[in-house]
């Protein structure tokens, strides 16, 4: 389950929670079956409670908007792609371990 920190990304709210947003957003593309996925759940709930009011942390359900997985070339998951002023500054595709996380969201602030 989602922590209150993390925004659910739908194609209906990705232009105003990603593309607009003041915050530098990472967004992580997932699936439910996805056991690399689960893995690093837990590990950006803590990351997105870390950076709250500085960044933003969203899960974007591949299976839920698979059009937006094709607009950015989603294919392999998880895939975690850094947004900021609208546009990919960066991305990484595989459960990276905390640190590499919060370096990719440090690195894009």
């Known amino acids: 389950m989602a922590s209150s920190n993390i925004v659910q990304i ?11 947003s003041p915050l530098p957003v990472l967004v992580d593309f997932w699936a439910t079956w996805c056991g690399p996925c689960k893995m690093i759940a837990p ?17 974007c359900n591949v299976d839920d908007a698979g059009e937006l997985a094709s607009q950015y070339r989603v294919t392999s998951i998880p ?31």
């Open 10 to 20: 739908t194609a209906a709210n990705f232009d105003a929670e990603v593309l607009k």
């Open 43 to 59: 590990v950006l709930d803590e990351v997105a409670a870390e950076f709250a009011g500085k960044a933003k942390v969203a899960k």
């Open 79 to 109: 895939a975690l792609i850094m947004f900021k002023g609208g546009q990919v500054v960066a991305q990484v595709v595989g459960a990276k371990p905390k640190k590499e996380i919060q370096k990719l969201i440090s690195e894009n602030l």
